[in-house]
């Protein structure tokens, strides 16, 4: 079991920076892929970025240049650096985690990930 706990969410106006943080329990962080996720009210969640366990990363093509996910195997815990936020990126923010080889670079669809975080509000103000 692994339990993920999400941190750093807020309200901005556009144009600021948040970052965003994911604790995961357990000792073999190394081993999951993890992925962040979005959901604005009446929309369904959709994929934003995700990075293996050594640190291969793939994003959305919305939020290149502007959003990182990074890691800190050491620390058990992933990163979303978020610049040039748009009130379009307003939404509940998860993290979500997949037991995988450290190579393997998780997927962008929720349903490939087996544990998930409680969620944390982004909002952006025009």
């Known amino acids: 079991q692994v339990?993920?706990?999400?941190?750093?969410?807020?309200?901005?106006?556009?144009?600021?920076?948040?970052?965003?943080?994911?604790?995961a329990s357990g000792r073999t962080f190394s081993s999951y892929g993890m992925g962040w996720f979005r959901q604005a009210?009446?929309?369904?969640?959709?994929?934003?970025?995700?990075?293996?366990?050594?640190?291969?990363?793939?994003?959305?093509?919305?939020?290149?240049?502007?959003?990182?996910?990074?890691?800190?195997?050491?620390?058990?815990?992933?990163?979303l650096q978020m610049n040039n936020l748009e009130p379009a990126d307003t939404a509940v923010y998860y993290c979500a985690a997949k037991r995988s080889a450290t190579n393997w670079v998780p997927p962008q669809s929720s349903n490939g990930y087996d544990y998930w975080g409680q969620g944390t509000q982004v909002t952006v103000s025009s």
Request: net charge positive; aromatic share 4%.
């Open 3 to 23: 339990q993920l706990v999400e941190s750093g969410g807020g309200l901005v106006q556009a144009g600021g920076s948040l970052r965003l943080s994911c604790a």
């Open 41 to 79: 009210p009446g929309k369904e969640r959709e994929f934003v970025a995700c990075i293996s366990g050594s640190g291969i990363t793939t994003a959305v093509d919305s939020v290149k240049g502007r959003f990182t996910v990074s890691r800190d195997n050491a620390k058990n815990t992933v990163y």
